[in-house]
Every structure is written in structure tokens, then in C-alpha cells.
């Protein structure tokens, strides 16, 4: 590229928790900046995660986190031109896109779920997620079948 990486601004931690990737997710999650509005879903969707969990010694914040871990794909496909055909290449992917796929599954899905609200739709699809079920872990599943049945093009890395 022409111009040099943009310098990665430091995010703020919220303020209940005190956690930078509480924060990543809430801006994922956030609509027209209305990012107040978003951290009351982010709430509201916590709380009913605590009411509704059965495992009592993990707290809600560590479910989310366990729900996200399971999300986490570990490779993708991507395109790639190799004389006129297109190939479907499996690639290991960088960390932060982990948790960034993590996250937009995890908001993606939890939108098209049919509860009444989104802070609803958010602690079921975190639930599901957490006990390694729901639509975004089954979306992970997609991927690593398709990067397994891909794998004999492997060698044509970038």
C-alpha cells in the first residue's frame, strides 16, 4: 500500500465492568452512534443472562466470554485466482479477526433471533452460544467444514 497503517486508537474500558472487549463489542453492536442505547442492551442482556444460567459459579460477563470463545472460528476460506479457475484457499486467521468474526456473529444472528427485544435476542443467542449451540456456533462449524474440505488446495497460499 501506498500510505503507511493506520495507528490503532486505544479503546476505552466500560464502565461497569472495566473491560476494553465489553466496549469492541458494544461499538459492533452500536446503531446511528447511539452508543448509550447500545450499552443498556449490552446490560439489559447481561442480567438476563445471569438470571438465566444454570452454571452458578461462572458469572454472567464469563459466559459471554465462553459463548464468544465458541463463536471464534480458527481458519477461513479465501478466494483466490489461480490461472482461470478461483480456489477456495483455507487460511489460518490473525487474532483480533477471531474476535471481530466472533463478535459480528454473534450480534448478525442474535438480530434475526424472534424474541421481543434485541437485549432478549442477545442473552438467548449468548446462551445458545455458551452451552455450544445457536446459529452463529453453527455458522463456526460451517466454516471449519468448509476450510476441511478445502484443504487439498492448501497449497496455494498467498
Request: net charge positive; glycine share 4%; no cysteine.
Amino acid at each position: 500500500m501506498r500510505k503507511r497503517q493506520a495507528k490503532k486508537r486505544p479503546l476505552l474500558p466500560d464502565p461497569k465492568f472495566n473491560d476494553q472487549l465489553v466496549t469492541r463489542f458494544v461499538n459492533m453492536m452500536m446503531w446511528d452512534g447511539k452508543k448509550s442505547v447500545s450499552f443498556k442492551v449490552f446490560y439489559d442482556a447481561i442480567a438476563i443472562v445471569e438470571e438465566k444460567k444454570q452454571d452458578e459459579e461462572k458469572s454472567a460477563l464469563e459466559v459471554w466470554k465462553d459463548a464468544l470463545s465458541n463463536v471464534m472460528p480458527h481458519v477461513e476460506v479465501r478466494s483466490r485466482r489461480v490461472g482461470g479457475a478461483t480456489f477456495q484457499i483455507p487460511m489460518q486467521i490473525r487474532p483480533d479477526r477471531k474476535v471481530s468474526t466472533a463478535m459480528k456473529w454473534l450480534i448478525s444472528y442474535s438480530r434475526k433471533r424472534n424474541e421481543k427485544s434485541m437485549a432478549q435476542r442477545l442473552a438467548g443467542e449468548i446462551i445458545a452460544a455458551s452451552k455450544e449451540e445457536g446459529a452463529a456456533v453453527k455458522k463456526r462449524t460451517d466454516t471449519h467444514k468448509m476450510a476441511e474440505a478445502n484443504k487439498a488446495f492448501s497449497h496455494f497460499r498467498f
